[in-house]
């Protein structure tokens, strides 16, 4: 059973920093692509930024420049490096794993809020 679990979220004033984590379980990580999604109340989910299994990445034009995704193989996670936060980027944040066969799982989120 695959398992995605998030932590890093809270609360951060505008400029500020936080780090992401997304544990991954029940799936063979380095195989993978993983990507941070994030979804803002009355929003559709969106993607922030991604990393394939050969660390090749890609973001959102909203956010680069000012996050980083990266991944440690060792120890099945990926991470967001959010830098320069403003409060549009107030939003709850997804992992989201997609394995070589077409299956794709996601994480529950973690609420991320930045405040002026």
């Known amino acids: 059973q695959v398992q995605l679990v998030e932590s890093g979220g809270g609360s951060v004033q505008a400029g500020g920093s936080l780090r992401l984590s997304c544990a991954a379980s029940?799936?063979?990580?380095?195989?993978?692509?993983m990507a941070w999604y994030r979804q803002a109340p009355g929003k559709q989910r969106e993607l922030v930024a991604g990393?394939?299994?050969?660390?090749?990445?890609n973001y959102a034009d909203v956010v680069k420049g000012r996050f980083t995704i990266f991944r440690d193989n060792a120890k099945s996670t990926v991470y967001l490096q959010m830098n320069s936060l403003k409060p549009e980027d107030t939003a709850v944040y997804y992992c989201?794993?997609?394995?070589?066969?077409?299956?794709?799982?996601w994480g529950k989120g973690t609420l991320v809020t930045v405040s002026l």
């Open positions: 990393i394939t299994r050969f660390g090749t990445t």
């Open positions: 989201r794993t997609d394995d070589p066969f077409g299956n794709y799982y």
């Open positions: 029940g799936t063979t990580f380095s195989v993978n692509a």
